[in-house]
C-alpha cells in the first residue's frame, strides 16, 4: 500500500493527536470538575472527523473500502457538549433529564450510522430499490448529516453565548470566552466547507483540496483542548450548585448600578435605598454581595470610591485640588474615614499614594 503523506496531513495528524491527549487529560480532570468531560467530548468528535479524512488522505479508504464503515462522525454531538461545558463551569449544570434530552441527537445520529452503513455493507440493493426513503438517506446520508450538524452547532453556539452573556466583562470568565470565541471560528470556517463540498460534489472533494480548512480546524481543536486544559478547578465563576445564574444576572444589576451610573460617588448610600432600586430585599442584597464578591457591602462601596480616588490623584490634573475635596468628589464623608478606608485598601495614606504617583510621573 502506498501511503499518501506530505507536510499539510501531518500538520492535521499532529493536530488530531494532540486534541485526543488533551481529550483525555480532560477526562481524567473530570473527576474533579466534571464539566471537563463534556468538553473533552467536543473535542474527541472533532478529533475523530479529522481522522475520518486523513483515512482518505493518507490513501488507507483506498487501499481497504471497508474503512467508511468505521463510526467517525458524529457531528450532533458537538454543540450539545460544548452548551453542557459552558452550563456546568456556569454552576447551573444540566440535571440527568436534561442532559440525556441535548444528547438525544447524538444517539439518533448513532442508529442513522448503523442503519445507512448496514445497508450498504451487506448491499441490501433489493430493500433500497423498494424503500424510497432508505435509498434517499444512504445516497445523501453525509451531506445530510453534515448540514445537520452545522445547523446544531450553530443553535448551541448561541445558547452558550446567551448564558455567558451576563457574565461577559467579569474577569474569570475570560477562558470561557476564548472557547466560546474558538468554536465560532470552528462553525465559521466550516460551514463554507460543508455547504460547497455537500452541494457541489456530495463529499467526493478530495481532501488535499481543502488542506487549509483542516489545518484551521485541527489547530482550533487544539486550541480548544489548551484551554480547557489551563483551566483550573473552581477557576472559573462559580461552580457551587448553591450559585444559579439568577444570582448572577441580579449580582451584575448592583455592579452595573455602581460602574456605569456611579452609584458610589453618593457619600450617603444605604443597602436599603440599593435594595429598593434593585427590588430586592436587603438580605438578598448581601447575600449577593457576600456569595459573589466574597466581600461586604460597605466594603464593596468603598472599594469603587477608592478606586475612583486613585484615578484622581494619578492625574495631574487634580493636583491644584486638595486630597479631601476629590475625596468629597468620591463619595467619601469625613477626612477621618477617607484617610482610614484608603490606607486599609492601598497600605499608603492618600497623601503618601499622591506624593508617590507623583514622583512616578516626573
Known amino acids: 500500500m502506498d501511503l499518501h503523506i506530505n507536510l499539510f496531513n ?10 485526543f491527549v488533551f481529550a483525555g487529560i480532560l477526562f481524567m480532570k473530570s ?15 472533532l478529533a475523530l472527523y479529522l481522522g475520518w ?40 449544570a444540566f440535571n440527568n433529564r436534561e442532559l440525556k434530552r441535548h444528547y438525544f441527537p447524538l444517539l439518533l445520529e448513532f442508529v442513522l450510522f448503523i442503519l445507512v452503513n448496514s445497508l450498504t455493507f451487506f448491499e441490501m440493493q433489493a430493500l433500497l430499490e423498494k424503500n424510497a426513503f432508505l435509498n434517499f438517506l ?11 450538524g452545522m445547523v446544531s452547532m450553530f443553535f448551541y453556539f448561541v445558547l452558550s453565548w446567551k448564558v455567558l452573556k451576563p457574565f461577559w466583562k467579569h474577569e474569570r470568565a475570560i477562558p470561557l470566552k476564548r472557547l466560546l470565541v474558538a468554536f465560532g471560528l470552528i462553525w465559521l470556517i466550516w460551514v463554507p466547507y460543508t455547504l460547497y463540498d455537500a452541494i457541489l460534489f456530495s463529499f467526493n472533494f478530495p481532501p488535499s483540496e481543502f488542506y487549509l480548512f483542516y489545518i484551521l480546524l485541527a489547530g482550533l481543536t487544539y486550541t480548544l483542548g489548551l484551554i480547557g486544559f489551563q483551566v483550573k478547578k473552581n477557576q472559573l465563576i462559580k461552580t457551587s450548585n448553591s450559585w444559579k445564574l439568577e444570582d448572577q ?23 436599603q435605598e440599593v435594595s429598593l432600586q434593585l427590588a430586592l430585599h436587603p438580605n438578598r442584597l448581601s447575600y449577593l454581595v457576600n456569595k459573589g464578591l466574597n466581600c461586604g457591602f460597605r466594603d464593596l462601596l468603598n472599594q469603587y470610591r477608592v478606586n475612583h480616588l486613585k484615578k484622581k490623584l494619578s492625574n495631574s490634573e487634580n493636583f491644584r485640588f486638595t486630597i479631601l475635596s476629590l475625596g468629597y468628589e468620591c463619595g467619601f464623608n469625613s477626612k477621618a474615614s477617607l484617610n482610614r478606608i484608603f490606607k486599609n485598601h492601598v497600605g499608603l495614606t492618600p497623601q503618601e499614594y499622591r506624593k508617590k504617583t507623583t514622583q512616578n510621573a516626573f
Open 10 to 19: 501531518i500538520l492535521i495528524l499532529f493536530g488530531m493527536l494532540q486534541s
Open 31 to 45: 473527576k474533579f470538575t466534571e464539566a471537563h468531560k463534556h468538553l473533552a467530548i467536543t473535542i474527541i468528535i
Open 53 to 92: 479524512v486523513l483515512k482518505y488522505d493518507f490513501g488507507f479508504q483506498h487501499a481497504e473500502p471497508r474503512l467508511q464503515h468505521l463510526p467517525l462522525v458524529f457531528l450532533w454531538g458537538i454543540g450539545p457538549s460544548f452548551y453542557a461545558y459552558i452550563r456546568h463551569q456556569l454552576g447551573d
Open 138 to 148: 444512504c445516497w445523501n446520508y453525509f451531506s445530510i448529516d453534515h448540514l445537520l
Open 249 to 271: 444576572r441580579q449580582l451584575n444589576q448592583l455592579i452595573n448600578l455602581l460602574e456605569k451610573e456611579k452609584w458610589y460617588l453618593k457619600p450617603d448610600l444605604t443597602k
